[in-house]
């Protein structure tokens, strides 16, 4: 399975990379809504895990952009809480909505609610 992981700040990425590569997921890095979209639309990820606050453009404008180019599900992945930053999300097009810093047991709850597991 290929997931994407949009967020500005390197060491996000890279833990939430570790993570998932540690269960078998190949994994493509995007360092903002811009690049997002674009390696959306060239890689078609099963998975994104898209941050909010990002510069050139945000995670909102990204999952409205890319919401219909990709068959695979967007989770929104913030620090930001805000109900309506949530509700913002859902209705750009994100299936999901989960807070920053994410442990493993909620990481995978997500993947398995949209997706299936890789097999060891």
Known sequence: MKVLIADDVLFMRRLLSNQLAKYGYEVIEAENG????????????DLVFMDVVMP?????????????EISGKII??????????????????ASDYIVKPVNDK????TINKFCSVPSE
């Open 34 to 45: 811009e690049d997002a979209v674009l390696k959306c639309i060239r890689e078609q990820p």
């Open 56 to 68: 050139k453009m945000d995670g909102i404008t990204a999952t409205r952009l890319i919401k219909n």
């Open 76 to 93: 929104i992945c913030s620090v930001i809480s805000d109900k309506n930053k949530v509700l913002e999300a859902i209705k750009a097009g």
């Open 106 to 109: 909620r990481l995978q709850e």
